[in-house]
């Protein structure tokens, strides 16, 4: 039998269904894999008593002709959505021990689609994070490292726990939220694919929410059309999120056709930003030509409020997160601390079950939405913010796509950017401005750097626009052929 | 009528605004399908949107929408076809999200106008600045253990309606007038209940004195005043307050305070300086509520007839006093009540049976109209019989007290006791001619000019024919028989 944790969710559908190994197989190989890689600590929760159970009912539908579209394909759910009778943390101290009783749309259209789960990933706590280095539970470790450097890497984040488990071949897809990067970048840092779709695309409910206008659901997985295939079970209308679109969901696979001919590309110039290495630059360039051959136009764009896309970000996400969080005062479920009054009860309950950035990003919200600042910042980053849009907008009047790097680094060492937040914060500033426009973007592996870590590009399209971009990322895909694999993973296989 | 209060320095004059909030009236709550009707058990009727579990997200009820949609209309007051749901932030145990969601900058109602009637028989509009929709919080239980505070998230997310008027209102009368016709207007819409007993309608009275002409003082708000009387109260002790404060050289600070029943006074709970800073900003959970011009229009169309309009036409078909008037259309049940009654009978006596015999009766025994066991059919078959002269009025109210007690047809009461008039002349002249001579010498009296007497022979007739004889008959046979 070949090594079924190698295989993509397209390979392993084909797979189950020729009969080749039950989905009970399939999900042991991933249970016995995650055991051998716990030391990357990308799971807060291990549910191999659940994946075994939904794995057997998987085999029975196979059989029985009622496979689902994912039937049977063990994924790794991000910690941020709310699973019934499983733990739920969203990395926080103050929400250790919760168990919902409900679940989200998102897990319960991958269920009802025949999805397995393998356990809750990691993440940085509350999704707030650029490295995963926030988690009440722990730092996850990107299975990559630097060529002869033994070195423990950040995996990206805040889905760093799902990026570092599908790159690490502890799961074959995974869920992840991006409210200003955290499924494109962590995607990026570990080499391999994922996609924030539109704002809307995907139902909120039952995610523990960040930044509600920013905060979007996609997948994780090592190829393009898996990411297609996860995407279109996760995706759809939702009455109990008010902001989800009542639009179909279309098959995403069959938009590729790998025909990209006459597509206009548009490569923004204030993508290019001060400090960016060369080899980052350089596989930017690689894609232009990749596409290029492919028949496609590129066409230079200009999206002049970017430079202001980054602070823009980190007054409206704060702001939200700040009403977001205040939820979890003790009262009524997660960790509550006694006080000698009401107020000591909430003052030691948030002080101690949040984290510090965490609480950095309440203290700013709280700040930027008072009496007094509100209209500086709050107001006047909605307009700049309503700015960036129009930017988008005209950009999409001259081209189909747009196409940028993922982050301006490779992964980077545990501790590396901390001592700065600012510097941290740097991370998210090709991604932010999707979240800020609603926009889907799709990232995916272009190469390796110098030191053997991964590179990645994006693909930013108009709303609605994700079936272009499958299309065209398949063609990056085929050109790049990314087949290298982290050496502790090769070792393992 | 000008309310003024007489303090050392001179008159001053008292400037009210009011803010009611108003229960909506609907199935379910703002943002969630939990029911919403009261006295449940505690945190029975809690929905994992109410309770702010995690992930949770709200979903507006468009019934509320309807309903603020109607009232803004039985205002007279522009619905704002755009409108935006703001979070207000503050931390307490009742408030499970740690915001209530609420409307600030675009409420879904502006400007209106209310009449209000006056005890002294006068009107006078008073302006109605917004209306917005928002939740309503649980409840904080303090009292039932010594060191632990109990919630009940029951009511948490019901939808209320905040009505804010303008400063328009110059005394308690006014202030209680407007109130009542408020609340008179809510329940012909059937948009609250009106209860202030039970909490489902409460008001935050803002208060300021001036000199009669000056600009507006500084004002206080008083909070917990929880019914008409208790409005009345706050307003003259905080006014008295206020106008003391001013004239020994004070100065009246902006603040918050709460109405004290048991002591009839009211008391500082918090200043401008404590008073929140709810970082209001609108809810990224909810889009902006866009009305359609076709919706609006499908609720004015469903619009019941407002007191006012119901008031005129009253007096208008039926003659009535503007008085009487009142009194029918304070209630809509009483006023349809009426209607039921007087259609194609006389107005004025259709009124004098309802408010007279039936209220008079009910309110003695502390009933509503509601709660009659006379159906506005019956009492209207009644007038009938009077009218086409079956009985007597007189035989009428002993009917009336019958079905008051057993809720029995008036026919089937007026053939059970036999009380069916006798018109047939010929039987009255009868007892007419006896009563004639067993009482010669009242008849000698009576004509000889005693005609005070004439009363008496009426009686006698009466009397013999057990109530029944048609007194016009007796009158005209008496008159022509002792006139002989």
Avoid at chain 1, 270 to 296: H, N, T
Avoid at chain 1, 363 to 369: D, F, I, K, S
Wanted: net charge negative.
């Amino acid at each position: 039998m070949t090594n079924l944790t190698h295989l993509t969710i397209e390979q392993a559908l084909k797979g189950l269904e020729k009969k080749d190994f039950t989905a009970v197989e399939l999900t042991q190989a991933h249970i016995d894999a995650m055991e051998k890689f716990r030391s990357l600590n990308a799971y807060i929760v291990e549910t191999p008593e659940i994946a075994l159970k939904q794995a057997a009912e998987s085999d029975k539908r196979r059989a029985g002709g009622k496979a689902g579209l994912i039937d049977g394909i063990p994924l790794g759910i991000k910690d941020l959505f709310c699973t019934q009778g499983v733990q739920t943390t969203a990395a926080s101290k103050i929400l250790e021990g919760f168990k919902p009783e409900y679940e989200s749309t998102v897990t319960s259209n991958l269920f009802r689609d025949g999805a397995v789960m393998l356990g809750k990933t990691n993440l940085d706590e509350f999704a707030m994070g650029s490295s995963n280095t926030t988690s009440a539970f722990g730092n996850v470790i990107n299975p990559w490292k630097r060529k002869n450097d033994n070195t423990d890497l950040v995996p990206g984040g805040s889905s760093g726990g799902s990026s570092a488990a599908v790159a690490a071949r502890i799961c074959m897809g995974a869920t992840g939220t991006d409210t200003g990067g955290s499924i494109r970048q962590p995607a990026a840092f570990c080499g391999i694919a994922g996609i924030k779709p539109t704002y809307g695309r995907c139902s909120r409910w039952g995610v523990v929410a960040f930044a509600s206008s920013l905060d979007q659901a996609g997948p994780f997985a090592r190829t393009v059309k898996d990411n297609a295939l996860l995407l279109r079970s996760m995706a759809g209308y939702d009455p109990k999120d008010s902001t989800s679109a009542d639009r179909p969901v279309p098959d995403y696979a069959a938009a590729m056709t790998g025909n990209i001919k006459g597509l206009k590309i548009g490569v923004p110039k204030e993508y290019r930003v001060e400090g960016m290495p060369a080899e980052i630059e350089k596989m930017w360039q690689q894609g232009i030509d990749w596409l290029k051959s492919a028949g496609a136009e590129i066409v230079d764009v200009s999206l002049p409020h970017t430079k202001y896309a980054l602070p823009v970000y980190y007054i409206i996400a704060p702001a939200e997160a700040s009403s977001n969080l205040a939820r979890y005062d003790g009262v009524r479920y997660g960790k509550r601390v006694t006080g000698e009054n009401l107020k000591d009860m909430y003052q030691k309950t948030r002080a101690q079950g949040f984290g510090e950035e965490v609480r950095r990003r309440i203290l700013v919200g709280t700040y930027v939405l008072s009496a007094g600042y509100y209209d500086a910042y709050y107001i006047k980053a909605q307009r700049v913010r309503r700015l960036i849009y129009n930017d988008f907008m005209s950009a999409f009047e001259k081209c189909d796509v747009l196409l940028t790097p993922t982050a301006p680094s490779a992964a980077f060492a545990i501790g590396e950017n901390e001592d700065d937040p600012v510097k941290m914060y740097l991370n998210d500033v090709f991604t932010v401005t999707g979240n800020l426009a609603g926009l889907p973007g799709l990232a995916l592996p272009a190469g390796l750097d110098s030191q053997g870590l991964p590179l990645g590009l994006q693909l930013l399209g108009r709303p609605w626009g994700e079936e272009t971009l499958f299309n065209v990322a398949g063609v990056i895909e085929k050109a790049a052929n990314f087949t290298a694999l982290p050496a502790s993973v090769q070792k393992a296989a | 009528m000008t309310y003024q209060i007489q303090g050392e320095q001179g008159t001053w004059e008292v400037v009210i605004g009011m803010e009611v909030h108003a229960q909506v009236i609907a199935e379910s709550k703002l943002f969630s399908g939990a029911a919403a009707s009261f006295g449940a058990e505690p945190n029975s009727q809690v929905s994992l949107v109410d309770a702010a579990m995690p992930g949770m997200l709200p979903v507006l009820n468009e019934y509320c929408v309807e309903q603020a949609i109607r009232t803004g209309l039985g205002l007279n007051a522009k619905i704002n076809k755009t409108s935006v749901f703001e979070r207000k932030n503050y931390f307490y145990p009742d408030l499970p999200q740690g915001y209530q969601i609420s409307q600030f900058l675009h409420p879904i109602v502006g400007k209106g106008e209310i009449e209000i009637d006056l005890p002294d028989g006068t009107t006078k509009t008073i302006g109605i600045t917004r209306l917005h929709l928002e939740q309503d919080a649980g409840k904080s239980v303090h009292d039932q253990h010594p060191t632990k505070s109990y919630v009940d998230l029951n009511r948490s997310g019901c939808a209320l309606m905040e009505i804010v008027s303008e400063p328009d209102i110059r005394s308690p009368d006014e202030a209680t007038a407007y109130l009542s016709k408020l609340r008179m207007i809510l329940r012909y819409l059937d948009t609250c209940d009106g209860n202030m007993e039970e909490g489902s309608m409460r008001a935050d009275v803002n208060i300021s004195v001036r000199k009669p002409g000056a600009g507006y003082g500084t004002r206080c708000e008083v909070k917990n005043v929880n019914s008409l009387k208790a409005v009345q109260q706050a307003i003259e002790y905080e006014a008295q307050r206020q106008v003391e404060i001013i004239e020994g050289g004070g100065k009246i600070d902006q603040e918050t305070r709460l109405w004290d029943p048991a002591k009839g006074e009211t008391r500082s709970m918090r200043s401008k300086e404590e008073a929140h800073d709810y970082r209001y900003f609108p809810d990224p959970d909810l889009l902006p509520l866009h009305l359609a011009d076709s919706w609006i229009e499908r609720v004015r169309e469903t619009l019941p007839e407002l007191p006012d309009q119901k008031k005129h036409r009253f007096m208008k078909d039926f003659g009535l006093s503007a008085y009487d008037a009142n009194v029918l259309i304070a209630e809509r049940a009483r006023a349809d009540y009426f209607e039921i009654v007087a259609k194609g009978r006389d107005g004025k006596m259709a009124a004098n049976w309802v408010l007279n015999e039936l209220l008079g009766a009910l309110n003695k025994d502390g009933k509503s109209i509601t709660d009659s066991v006379i159906a506005a059919g019956q009492l209207g078959a009644l007038i009938d019989l009077i009218s086409d002269n079956t009985i007597s009025g007189k035989i009428a109210k002993d009917v009336f007290a019958e079905m008051y007690k057993s809720g029995k047809d008036p026919a089937e009461i007026v053939e059970e006791k036999g009380l069916k008039q006798v018109t047939d002349t010929g039987a009255i002249e009868k007892i007419v001619d006896e009563v004639i001579a067993e009482n010669p010498d009242n008849v000698a009296a009576y004509r000889s000019g005693k005609d005070k007497l004439f009363g008496f022979f009426v009686g006698q007739v009466m009397k013999k024919s057990q109530g029944k004889a048609n007194p016009n008959i007796i009158n005209e046979l008496l008159k022509k028989k002792l006139s002989l």
